[in-house]
Antibody, heavy 118, light 107 residues
Framework: QVQLQESGPGLVKPSETLSLTCTVS????????WSWIRQPPGKGLEWIGY???????NYNPSLKSRVTISVDTSKNQFSLKLSSVTAADTAVYYC????????????WGQGTLVTVSS | DIQMTQSPSTLSASVGDRVTITCRAS??????LAWYQQKPGKAPKLLIY???SLESGVPSRFSGSGSGTEFTLTISSLQPDDFATYYC?????????FGGGTKVEIK
């Protein structure tokens, strides 16, 4: 059973860069596409982007200028960097596996709350 | 960008009711649609993929249908464990988009 675990700071200052890592266990990171999704408190889900183990990426156009997703196959990890954060980036951030070509986000981490505040 | 519109945003129902949630895409997405269930404080759970395929382990009272731009999630007989928020999500293009969610409440 594939398991995902997000890690990173829970508090980030405005204008700084949010950095999170997702560690994959119980399976190879070469098996799926890997995605980041976020959910502001009390609101809906927003897709941030995904990466394949080869390093190819695709990002939400609304966040593309600020997002970088990378993968470290040796550690079975992938990471998210979101630059120039504001209070609007406060959210629970989830990592998940995108089960292409079949479709759907099948495995999810538990989520981590990141608050942007000075 | 493909926009996904869910309706209703809130639904009040009783145990045993048949419940239907609708999701509309701003352009055709073939059958590239998934449905998720989310409970408070928890990550979403995949219920349906490719519009009508039931994810392993999901009860058969959940079903999905539709293609093109209009899709439905049906719960044939609502159970106490089903009170939650449901989201649709398209993956037709290289971008993914979620619907705004439907909260299923106890009537």
């Amino acid at each position: 059973q594939v398991q995902l675990q997000e890690s990173g700071p829970g508090l980030v200052k405005p204008s700084e860069t949010l950095s999170l890592t997702c560690t994959v266990s119980g399976g190879s990171i070469s098996s799926y596409y890997w995605s980041w999704i976020r959910q502001p408190p009390g609101k809906g889900l927003e897709w941030i982007g995904y990466i394949y183990y080869s390093g190819s990426t695709n990002y939400n156009p609304s966040l593309k200028s600020r997002v970088t997703i990378s993968v470290d196959t040796s550690k079975n990890q992938f990471s998210l960097k979101l630059s120039s954060v504001t209070a609007a980036d406060t959210a629970v951030y989830y990592c998940a596996s995108l089960l292409l070509p079949r479709g759907g986000l099948g495995y999810w981490g538990q989520g981590t709350l990141v608050t942007v505040s000075s | 960008d493909i926009q996904m519109t869910q309706s209703p945003s809130t639904l009040s129902a009783s145990v045993g009711d048949r419940v239907t949630i609708t999701c509309r895409a701003s352009q055709s997405i073939s059958s590239w649609l998934a449905w998720y269930q989310q409970k408070p404080g928890k990550a979403p759970k995949l219920l349906i993929y490719k519009a009508s395929s039931l994810e392993s382990g999901v009860p058969s009272r959940f079903s999905g249908s539709g293609s093109g731009t209009e899709f439905t999630l049906t719960i044939s007989s609502l159970q106490p464990d089903d009170f939650a928020t449901y989201y649709c999500q398209q993956y037709n293009s290289y971008s993914l988009t979620f619907g705004g969610g439907t909260k299923v409440e106890i009537k």
